[in-house]
């Protein structure tokens, strides 16, 4: 499980990176999504060690 979770936020970090023409009027929406799934890994990895 925590793979999957890391290697979906390894793909959200690549791709919120505004580099692409048609990704620039994204705004914060990227990177939004993945903070918040860096939360849930981060709260699901403390839970699992308590």
Same mark, same amino acid.
């Not at 936020?9 to 620039?24: C, K, R, Y």
């Given at each position: 499980?925590?793979? !999957?979770?890391? !290697?979906i936020?390894?793909?959200?970090? !690549?791709?919120?990176? %505004?580099? *692409? %023409?048609?990704?620039?009027d *994204?705004? @914060? @929406? %990227?990177?939004?999504?993945?903070?918040?799934l860096l939360?849930?890994?981060? !709260? @699901?990895?403390?839970?699992?060690?308590?």
């Open positions: 499980m925590t793979l !999957i979770f890391a !290697i936020l390894a793909f959200l970090l !690549i791709g919120t990176a %505004p580099v *692409w %023409p048609h990704s620039v *994204w705004g @914060y @929406y %990227p990177s939004s999504g993945a903070g918040i939360a849930v890994l981060v !709260i @699901y990895l403390v839970l699992k060690r308590a």
